[in-house]
């Protein structure tokens, strides 16, 4: 556990950063803000894809860099322009997607597709209300579709299964191919290239600032954090997180709705 204050600060949104409503209050904006402002690197480290990170960063005082989609995508808001991304090949998604179909009759599927700023889906797939109907998010025109083209996260769905049972089937289905985990409690699993995680993700835009994984807090609530949470030289867990997170992280903050982000950085740093 690092004894210093750290270089940089890397933290999830959904459940972590953010409210249940999905909103960032002005308190952790402002803190954030002021870490950025003193010379800390402060990256958003998130299973959310590329399109999906505008509402956060109108609620932010500055933009930050993000680790999108469990790592597979490293973006830059200013430039608006990723600087990495490593994806699913579409030989990959075929094979995955054959196993997944055999291993589990009756699920769906989608893609996120141009390093995020898309995707495709079964028709099944139940579609976040405030994209229902827009042009980046459509069903598939045939079941090809969904190995068409690279994807920087393919997810499968199915609702009737519990998220903690789910991912395992799913990952001994796809083990030696690539990565399964889940930041949800709804059925959802999320797959990525084998070796894409948020610690990978995270660790090729460290090595570009020059700070090592010791200089490095994170923060964190869902079973996908875990290899960022593993990796970094000082884990927090926010209160509400699952408990496979609270097993591991090095300490405890107050839940996302308290600010827990926030106010563990703001003990840290007024120290």
Not at 165 to 182: I, Q, R, S
Request: aromatic share 6%; net charge negative; with cysteine.
């Amino acid at each position: 556990m690092m004894g210093r204050l750290p270089r940089l600060v890397a933290t999830d949104i959904d459940g972590t950063l953010i409210h249940r409503d999905r909103t960032l209050t002005r308190r952790t904006a402002d803190t954030l803000a002021r870490l950025v402002d003193a010379g800390t690197h402060v990256v958003l480290v998130t299973g959310r894809p590329v399109r999906w990170l505008a509402v956060v960063y109108d609620q932010l005082a500055a933009p930050i860099p993000s680790v999108c989609a469990n790592g597979a995508v490293v973006y830059d808001p200013v430039a608006d322009a990723v600087l990495r991304t490593d994806p699913l090949t579409p030989q990959l998604l075929a094979e995955v997607a054959r196993r997944l179909r055999a291993e589990v009759p009756g699920a769906v599927f989608a893609v996120e597709v141009e390093d995020g700023r898309s995707m495709r889906h079964d028709p099944g797939w139940p579609v976040r209300a405030e994209e229902d109907d827009h042009p980046s998010v459509r069903p598939f025109d045939s079941p090809a579709d969904l190995f068409a083209a690279p994807a920087s996260k393919l997810l499968v769905r199915s609702t009737e299964r519990d998220s903690d049972v789910f991912v395992k089937l799913v990952a001994g289905a796809v083990a030696g191919l690539a990565e399964a985990t889940h930041s949800s409690y709804s059925g959802l699993v999320e797959i990525s290239a084998a070796g894409v995680t948020k610690a990978a993700g995270l660790a090729w835009l460290c090595s570009r600032y020059g700070v090592d994984s010791s200089a490095v807090l994170a923060f964190g609530d869902m079973p996908n954090d875990i290899p960022l949470l593993t990796w970094a030289g000082r884990s927090v867990a926010v209160a509400n997180a699952h408990p496979s997170v609270l097993e591991i992280a090095d300490e405890r903050t107050a839940s996302n709705d308290e600010d827990g982000v926030a106010a563990y950085l703001d003990a840290l740093f007024e120290r």
